[in-house]
């Protein structure tokens, strides 16, 4: 079996930056063993499979529509283009004020006596958002060591599936200004760091729009690869997504 694969670095300009994907076309349905088997080959948390709906589609045939929707386990995913990039449509989960005391253990394996300013939960995602203090910098968090091997046996009820550490970004007037720095860390799901989150995108885009008094932000998720997103809150509850892309490999799985 010959399948057509690809790998795209999201959320970039530049090849090896970014969040890199496995994209697999499929003419067939796969059996889900052979799923894993494809994406353990590649080596790589996101590997997608693309099938067509219907059997008289072609992957061939070029495509005018300026946006996709995908039909995934989750629901529809609809990924628009532009000149400048690739948006993607996505709902905004909120993120609600967290006790401190019932997830200290947790925050103190992951990152020992770093200070906390505030910290927030997010139920739909299970994604616990801790934002460092003020008083610290971008290189700071980019060069914070932080503990995952152990944060499984310290978190061990479900509640808590990813972990956000996130920083108010520098002020305006800067060449490159953000208004926030984030990383994410999910060694609940095998990812002991992910480069760039589209997900946890969606709970810090609700959490700094509320804090920043601001619909349009700007963030760079500061892990070793780095990325960049652009996002904007719409009025129907869902956020907009948008980063470059690099398409860094094609060819054929052989399968």
Known sequence: MKLPIFIADAFTTKAFRGNPAAVCLLENKL???LHQKIAKEMNLSETAFIRKLHPNDNF????VNSTLTFVTMSGELKARKEE??????????PAHPQKLHEV???IK?????TLVQDVCYSP???????????TYNRSFLESLTVNTENLLQVETTGKVKGLILTLKGEPGGQTQAFDFYSRYFAPWYGVAEDP????AHTVLSSYWSEQLGKKDLHAFQCSNRGGELI?????DGRVDIKGGTALVLEGTLMA
């Open 31 to 33: 059996d889900e063993d």
């Open 60 to 63: 061939t045939q070029k495509n």
């Open 84 to 93: 400048d990039g690739i948006v993607l449509d996505l709902p905004l989960y």
């Open 104 to 106: 200290k253990d947790l």
């Open 109 to 113: 394996t992951a990152i020992g006596d």
């Open 124 to 134: 739909d995602t299970k994604k616990l958002l801790v934002r460092l203090s003020d």
């Open 196 to 199: 760039v989150t589209g997900s």
């Open 231 to 235: 996002i904007s809150l719409r009025s």
